[in-house]
């Protein structure tokens, strides 16, 4: 066990196939540790752990578990950190790759289920899917079937905000219900973004002509606060705002002022600043805003691919030092692949 290569998770919930595929993997050792309520047994852990599989979730671990310049000190032989989702907000990337710290996510293991979600949630504000589940639960009955008129998705024109995994099968069922998709990525030229099913506009064109927004890029510097009150303002008045992205992306009182003055005419939220939000929260007082808990990434099915995914990477890394396919720093590579040879003894 001594010489084994080490790998080390803590007790957030994971689909068993991760810890499946990495016991039966031949000389590597798991462990998994508490999130709370024993940290000299996790730090012991750490000080000698190659790999670290950590949640995605910022408010699913307390702040000094967050993979950062003082927690990479104490970790000296950590070769990668592995993300559970396509997310990593737990981690700092840029202190990562100075200590040659492979980070590695699962981009794409949950695409269909955010995809899907992001639909769910154009459907549930603009159909009033929400509003008539409560009517018809509560005990007055003073109501009509024209009371809760919306409107359909056919003809309408979808504007997509980041166009990747999760992006491109919005896109796609975006079309499949009758709609135009326009398309915004730095990432992707003109081409390339007609491959994906959406029409390549800027930013402020996108707001300016979609009658529903859908984020799904990245939180990172880049993209914080990008939906402010100047974008909201931009967007068509009527129009439809969904993310199933990031919390902070957009900015939740920028919103509400958007939406309480009547500008905008609903959203759709999966993703929040505080998660879960408070009970209290402004937005979750509005009638025409669907809320959910970050679970648009959340079934059966993506947590056993991202499971899958994150343990296979991790196994082919120890195992013959192999480049992951989803490096978030791939920079850090040459640097990276040098130390895990060593590791290797190689």
């Known amino acids: 066990m001594s010489s084994a290569k080490r790998v080390v998770r803590f007790d957030f919930w994971l689909d068993p196939a991760f810890d499946r595929i990495v016991a039966a993997a031949p000389g590597i050792a798991l462990r998994t540790c508490q999130r709370e309520g024993a940290d000299a047994e996790a730090w012991d852990a750490l000080a000698s752990a190659q790999v670290l599989q950590t949640t995605a979730a910022k408010d699913e671990l307390p702040r000094h578990w967050f993979v950062t310049e003082p927690l990479l000190a104490r970790c000296p032989q950590l070769l990668a950190v592995s993300t559970s989702g396509s997310g990593y907000d737990t981690v700092d990337v840029a202190a990562c790759t100075r200590a040659g710290v492979a980070v590695l996510n699962q981009a794409g293991g949950n695409a269909d289920s955010v995809a899907e979600m992001a639909i769910g949630l154009m459907l549930s504000v603009l159909r009033r899917i929400p509003a008539s589940d409560r009517l018809l639960h509560a005990p007055g009955r003073s109501f009509s079937r024209e009371d809760l008129m919306g409107h359909e998705l056919r003809g309408r024109t979808l504007g997509v905000v980041g166009v990747g995994h999760a992006g491109s099968r919005v896109a796609a069922l975006g079309r499949a219900f009758g709609m135009q998709v326009l398309g915004v990525d730095p990432a992707l030229d003109a081409a390339q973004m007609a491959a994906r099913g959406a029409e390549a506009v800027t930013l402020d064109e996108l707001l300016r002509r979609a009658d529903i927004v859908s984020l799904h890029c990245p939180r990172d510097a880049s993209t914080l ?19 199933t992205a990031r919390g902070g992306i957009h900015d939740e009182a920028a919103l509400h002022a958007a939406l309480a003055s009547g500008h905008l005419g609903g959203a759709g939220l999966d993703v929040w600043d505080q998660e879960p939000p408070p009970a209290d929260h402004p937005l979750l007082g509005l009638s025409n805003v669907v809320a959910t808990f970050h679970t648009a990434g959340v079934t059966h099915e993506a947590r056993r691919n991202n499971a899958t995914l994150a343990a296979t990477q991790i196994v082919q890394l120890l195992a013959d030092g192999q480049r992951p396919a989803r490096l978030v720093n791939p920079e850090v590579w040459p640097q990276a692949s040098a130390r895990i040879a060593a590791a290797l003894g190689r």
Not at 228 to 234: K, Q
């Open 225 to 243: 606060g990008m939906l402010d009150a100047r974008a909201f303002a931009a967007m068509r008045p009527g129009s439809i705002f969904v993310s």
